[in-house]
């Protein structure tokens, strides 16, 4: 029995700004994780929480895999088909035995009533199921190419997706991550996977980024799921990354993620709040000007009541909903417990989440246990 699990996610600064290739945003790992364990089976089924349990069968179509429970297409949990799919393809390429198993996939990444919090559920789950998936197929695969799997896989369900949350998923702490460009992603006729693991992805950039002691986040959930591929494809009716609007804050964006990042190395916190508070105002003026509907009347309550005590707030991700984060210096207590108490009282829910540092995922014990002995 193998089982893995990989981590849910924050983004920090550079939401929107990371659709463009080459584009930095900082994306944190965060405490909540989506569990997938394999066991040998006669055919290879799913079964998830995501969907009550259900016994998902599987069916092929070539390089296709497709989800069913019992008629009906399973179409939610398309990257998870797609994760299926590129892994048992690359073993088919590797002449591999062929093995099948059932998959249970778990999470904690929903909250109360299985509502969906923003923490990156579907990229956490996509990058446990090819982590499982590759070890029980005895796959070595590092990190980087079980990121590209990931990156593959949930470009078939989101063609627009900038990859951020599965590269958090996979590598955990904070990354600065770039994503590919999509043209490098095209992949010629008879492409093999391992071409697409080996070949170089141009604008791809994920390096890891130091978390100083003295940084406090506190992450509030507005109570309202939001789906971020709607916000992202309003970006793209209305002019798209091409858009003189988005351009304008492509600079300030990208200007702000790097002052962030040093502030970071320097562990200066008061820095890293400055700039988190331009990064909010370069999303609300985004948000202005295109009407991308990402702030909404309880990320703008979430992000008053952490100014009014001190702290720096923006929404996180796509907005709409979702969560939004507060940035302070660790030993303000005060601060912190002044944000708690007034969001809750505004009916926003604190929600307490750790960073995941990175160097757990490097070391797969932490977090990926294969059973009878065998190395992870
Ligand atoms: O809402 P989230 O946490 O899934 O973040 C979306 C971030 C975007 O940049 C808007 C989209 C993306 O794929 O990066």
Redesign the pocket.
């Known amino acids: 029995m193998i089982e893995c699990r990989a981590p849910g ?3 920090l600064a ?6 463009s290739p080459g584009r930095p ?1 900082l994306i944190m790992a965060v405490d909540r994780f989506a569990r997938v364990r394999v066991t040998d089976a006669a055919a290879t089924t799913v079964h998830t929480d995501l969907c009550a349990g259900h016994e998902h069968s599987i069916a092929r179509d070539g390089d296709r895999v497709r989800l069913r429970h019992h008629d009906r297409p399973a179409d939610q949990l398309a990257s998870v088909a797609a994760a299926i799919a590129i892994v048992e393809r690359l073993v088919r390429e590797r002449n591999l035995p062929p093995r099948t198993g059932r998959v249970e996939i778990t999470t904690d990444l929903h909250g109360t009533g299985g509502r969906k919090l ?3 559920s579907s990229a956490a789950v996509t990058v446990a199921v090819i982590d499982a998936l590759a070890r029980h197929h005895e796959l070595r695969l590092p990190p980087a190419h079980r990121y590209r799997l990931a990156m593959l896989a949930s470009m078939t369900a ?1 063609p ?6 599965l590269a958090a998923a996979t590598f955990g702490g904070i990354v600065r991550y770039q ?1 590919p460009d999509p043209r490098a992603l095209r992949m010629p006729p008879g492409w093999t996977v391992d071409d697409a693991l080996h070949r170089p992805w141009s604008g791809l950039s994920i390096t890891p980024v130091e978390i100083p002691p003295g940084l406090r986040i506190e992450v509030g959930w507005t109570g309202s799921p ?1 789906r ?1 591929a709607e ?2 494809a309003v970006l793209y009716s209305r002019g798209g990354t091409e858009d003189p609007r988005y351009g304008r804050f492509l600079a300030r964006s990208d200007a702000a993620v790097d002052r962030i990042t040093v502030a970071l190395a320097d562990g200066d916190i008061a820095a890293v709040a400055a700039e988190i508070r331009l990064v909010a105002a370069s999303l609300a003026t985004l948000d202005r000007e295109m009407g991308l509907g990402i702030m909404t009347p309880a990320l703008s309550e979430l992000c008053r009541i952490a100014e009014a005590a001190g702290a720096a707030a923006k929404p ?4 709409g909903g ?1 969560c939004g984060i507060a940035v302070l210096d660790a030993a303000d207590l005060d601060a912190a417990r002044a944000i708690t108490t007034g969001w809750r009282r505004a009916g926003i829910d604190p929600l307490s989440l750790a960073l995941v540092p990175s160097t757990a995922l490097a070391s797969s014990t932490a977090v990926c246990a294969t059973q009878k002995g065998t190395p992870a």
């Open positions: 996610k924050l983004y550079g939401e929107y700004a990371v659709l945003a923003g923490l990156g989101d627009h997706c900038s990859g951020g949350d994503r939001a971020s916000r992202v996180s991700g796509a907005g979702d």
